[in-house]
């Protein structure tokens, strides 16, 4: 090959291409490549530590998640709870009101009876005084027209008898 | 309550100063006719209250009094003290008061006969003796007749009231059908 023929012309430049090159990589790895590894390290670094952050900020996250979906449950069970009471409360309310609604129907009820009683034994009452009234009054003007002399004497008679023996028994009590 | 304090203290004291029984009776009169003199004449009454009248103008007609109804010395001397000690207005309490005193010192018992028709004399007497018999004392009878009682009669012997009257039985008649129960 022709290029290959040319060797020994381009030997030296070879020889100095390989020590340039040499010095180029020994400079590059002794003053470039620790900074830019370092760099890179460091960057590696941050991104290890920001994935490690992330995951931590994850964790948390889903703890929370956790927690929050256990105080979300507890909350429900609490709201489930107030309404299951408040339920009980307005069932019982009702029923006391109900209750009370009876309790107040019976008592005019029996306000009513007894209203109704009282004015029928007044009434009878009255009706028994006017008819003993009428009665007494009819039998002392047929008592007063009617009896004797005799019979005024005979009833002193049979009086003295009844208060001696009424006074004998309160004498022998006493 | 002060009246019956008073009645009781000079009835007593009148008791205690008459010493024979048989003057008890006719003092116990006299007391309860000066008691009707002031009944009859409310004047009376007036009289002695007035604070301004002189003691003698009173002692002078209560002595008057005395004289008209020849009441006895042992009440004409309670009358007096009574005038001087300003307590004759309280006259009718000790007569009152006297007159149980009269009963007790005789032993004897008042007994008021109320009755619809005058009581025969042999009625009275049997009334009388069965209560003497009862009661074991003298017995006084003061009748009184009211035709409303229609038939019968009632006793008062002190506190004790036995009602024979047919007005009672009439009464109690009603009694018991106003209280009737109806079914």
């Keep these: ?174 | 309550m002060l009246e019956n304090v008073i009645g009781k203290r000079y009835a007593v004291a009148l008791s205690g100063s008459i010493k024979d029984d048989f003057k008890l009776q006719p003092a116990l009169e006299h007391l309860r006719s000066l008691v009707q003199a002031f009944e009859v004449e409310p004047s009376l009454t007036s009289f002695f209250a007035h604070p301004s009248i002189p003691m003698d103008k009173k002692e002078a007609l209560l002595s008057k009094l005395c004289d008209r109804f020849k009441v006895d010395d042992g009440v004409r001397n309670l009358v007096k003290m009574l005038n001087e000690r300003k307590k004759v207005l309280f006259l009718e309490n000790i007569a009152d008061y006297f007159e149980s005193v009269v009963d007790n010192r005789l032993n004897q018992v008042r007994v008021r006969v109320l009755s619809a028709c005058p009581l025969e004399k042999k009625q009275s007497q049997k009334l009388e003796s069965s209560l003497q018999r009862i009661l074991n004392k003298n017995i006084l009878i003061e009748t009184e007749v009211n035709e409303s009682l229609i038939g019968g009669l009632a006793l008062e012997v002190g506190s004790v009231v036995v009602d024979a009257t047919i007005k009672n039985r009439l009464a109690q008649l009603k009694r018991s059908i106003e209280q009737e129960e109806v079914g």
């Design chain 1, 1 to 174: 090959m022709p290029q290959f023929e040319q060797v020994s012309v381009f030997s030296s430049l070879i020889f100095w291409s390989l020590i340039s090159f040499g010095l180029l990589l020994f400079l590059l790895k002794k003053y470039a490549f620790p900074p830019i590894l370092e760099m890179l390290e460091a960057r590696e670094k941050k991104i290890r530590g920001d994935i490690d952050g992330a995951e931590e900020l994850k964790k948390q996250a889903e703890e929370m998640k956790k927690e929050f979906e256990k105080q979300l449950a507890t909350a429900r069970e609490k709201a489930e709870t107030i309404i299951h009471l408040a339920h009980e409360d307005a069932k019982k309310q009702t029923e006391k009101s109900l209750a009370d609604t009876q309790a107040k129907v019976k008592q005019m009820q029996r306000e009513a009876e007894h209203e109704i009683t009282s004015s029928r034994n007044k009434l009878l009452a009255e009706i028994r005084s006017y008819t003993a009234t009428l009665t007494i009054a009819s039998t002392e003007k047929i008592l007063n027209r009617t009896i004797e002399e005799n019979d005024k004497k005979r009833l002193v008679d049979e009086s003295i008898e009844e208060v001696i023996k009424e006074l004998e028994k309160t004498h022998a009590s006493s």
